[in-house]
């Protein structure tokens, strides 16, 4: 059984850094893609970044120059660097990936969400 935990959200001052990671805990035989979503009270889910297995990252418009998405595929860990954090950066991040589980069929996975608060 595989699950993906997210870690490291928080209360920051605007201006400030968090940090977040996601751990594919479980066995599992391959993980392509992996990526941090958010949403916000009374908007929809939006991609914040992404990054395939071999190191590509892309990011949303509103984050890019100020987070960094990273992979570690030896520890099936992704972190997310946040930087110069804004009140609009308040919502729930989601880790999600696409996992290979013990049984060869490939599938999506979602993280249970940690809070992050961008205020004074």
């Known amino acids: 059984q595989v699950q993906l935990v997210e870690s490291g959200g928080g209360l920051v001052q605007p201006g400030g850094s968090l940090t977040l990671s996601c751990v594919a805990s479980g066995s599992s035989l391959g993980i392509s893609a992996m990526s941090w979503y958010r949403q916000a009270p009374g908007k929809q889910r939006e991609l914040v970044a992404g990054?395939?297995?071999?190191?590509?990252?892309d990011y949303g418009d509103s984050v890019k120059g100020r987070f960094t998405i990273s992979r570690d595929n030896a520890k099936k860990m992704i972190h997310l660097q946040m930087n110069t954090l804004k009140a609009e950066d308040t919502a729930v991040y989601y880790c999600?990936?696409?996992?290979?589980?013990?049984?060869?069929?490939?599938?999506?996975?979602w993280g249970q969400g940690t809070q992050v608060t961008v205020s004074s």
């Open positions: 990054i395939a297995k071999g190191g590509t990252a």
């Open positions: 999600n990936a696409f996992i290979q589980g013990m049984n060869w069929v490939w599938r999506e996975y």
